[in-house]
Each structure stands twice: as C-alpha cells, then as structure tokens.
C-alpha cells in the first residue's frame, strides 16, 4: 500500500493528481456558481439560469458518451488534451458578449470536460505500472475531490464579495494550468519509457574519475545515455525546443557530469 511519501518519490504523480484536480476545480465552480453568473451578469431569471446549467451538465453527458466510442482509436492522452481544447473554445464564448450565443458556450464547455475526468483516471496504469494503480486512482479521487471543492469555495466568497464578472477569466486560468500540468506529466512519463539512444550521436571527453559529455549530434526529442558510454549507467534528460527540460540520475558507476547539448 502506497503512503504519501511513496506519491511524492513516484515521478509524474503529484502532476497527474493535480490535473485532476484542475478540472474538479473547474467542473465544481460551474455547477455550483454558474447559474448565480448567469443571474448576475447576464441578467436571467434563476430559472432560465437553471435550465442553461442543466444544458451544461448535458454537454458533460454527451461529451463521455462521444469519447467512449473515441477511445477505442484514441489515446487517453489525445482525449484529455482534445477535451481541454474544446473547453477552452467554450469558455472564449462564454466570455464574449454575445448574449444567449455566448451562454451557449457552456454547452461546448460540457462536451470538452466529458473526456478529461474518465481518461485521466484510465492512463494511471499506463503511466505508473498495474502495481500502484489501486492506489494511485484512491489519492487522485482524494486529491481531485479536494482540490475541487477548496477552489469552488475559495471562488465563492471572493465573487459574492466583489463580482461575478471574474468567472470566466478564473476558467480560463483554470483551463490553462490544467493544460500546462497534463503536458507536463506527459513529458515525464514519455522520459520513464524512453530507450537507450545509440552512443554514437554523444561527444564527451575523459575527467578524472569519469567522463564529460560535451556534445550531442541527434535529433532525438528524448534523450538517454547508454550504459556502453564509458561506464555510465542511465542518465536520462528530456529536450525540447532546444532546452534541457529534466535530468535525471538514475544511477552511474562512475562520476559524470553534463557540460552541455548542442541544439
């Protein structure tokens, strides 16, 4: 059984949970305070209110149904980012003044948070192995859960104290975070699975007690050192844009350092 100190020493988790978390905070606020927006800024009835935030809840609806029939194709990775995407645009209408066009906007919010919550929960075998999977899926349901509600109830008290004009620049800062976090744990579990990367493309030269890599001619997006450098064993370093975006020590006979990655 996993303790949370084995959560923090397991790579990926913490993000992964709170992009869960991310998306509660969002699906949370809009249920419970989307219909005093609705009430408050754009001047509907509390019943008419009520009917759009059930249309909303509609959207969720169809938008699990839709991805069932997807996932037998698409990655759970393609379905998350496809659903924050399709949330994303519905909150760009929401915030436009366009009167009952723009309410619709919660509709598409709905269809593109359908996906987001079921998928993250299917990838964490994938991403953390079948033996911490049970608990694993118990902290991100605890995580999501309270993460949600604080932010739901944190929103609460600031938009009854100031305005619920706020609400639609909180999704969207919502919906960017949660799309930053979920890349980010992609990019670390695309770093666990990555292979050795063939010793030929790597520069380095001998230090004492080791060696230091100097250069790399590849064009690999990850990249791991073999252990048939020099007596190195398993240093692993993700690159993207031309940066180092992670490194990795998984464990070296010798002493090695980094100096630089051309590129």
Not at 30 to 58: E, H, M
Request: proline share 2%; net charge neutral; aromatic share 10%.
């Amino acid at each position: 059984k996993l303790s949370l100190k084995d959560i923090l020493k397991l790579k990926g988790a913490l993000t992964s949970i709170l992009s869960q978390g991310l998306y509660c905070s969002m699906e949370f606020l809009i249920g419970t305070w989307g219909a005093s927006f609705l009430v408050n800024t754009q001047k509907f009835s509390p019943d008419v209110a009520a009917r759009w935030i059930s249309l909303y809840f509609c959207g969720i609806m169809l938008g699990r149904l839709i991805s069932g029939f997807i996932s037998i194709k698409a990655s759970d990775n393609t379905l998350i980012r496809g659903g924050i995407a399709t949330a994303f645009l519905g909150m760009i209408l929401l915030a436009l003044p366009l009167g009952s066009i723009s309410v619709a906007g919660l509709f598409l919010i709905g269809v593109g948070f359908g996906p987001i919550f079921p998928s993250i929960l299917h990838s964490v075998p994938e991403r953390f192995g079948a033996k911490y999977s049970a608990d694993l899926t118990g902290f991100h349901m605890g995580g999501a859960y309270g993460i949600g509600f604080g932010v739901q109830l944190v929103f609460g008290f600031v938009a009854t104290g100031t305005t619920f004009k706020i609400t639609t620049f909180v999704l969207l800062a919502l919906v960017v975070a949660l799309f930053v976090v979920n890349e980010v744990t992609i990019s670390i579990d695309s770093v666990k699975k990555a292979k050795e990367t063939d010793g030929s493309f790597f520069e380095y030269e001998d230090v004492d007690g080791g060696i230091s890599i100097i250069g790399f001619n590849g064009s690999n997006e990850i990249v791991v050192i073999p252990q048939s450098i020099d007596g190195c064993v398993n240093i692993v370093y993700a690159r993207s844009c031309g940066h180092i975006l992670q490194s990795i020590c998984i464990g070296c006979t010798r002493n090695t350092t980094i100096k630089g990655i051309n590129g």
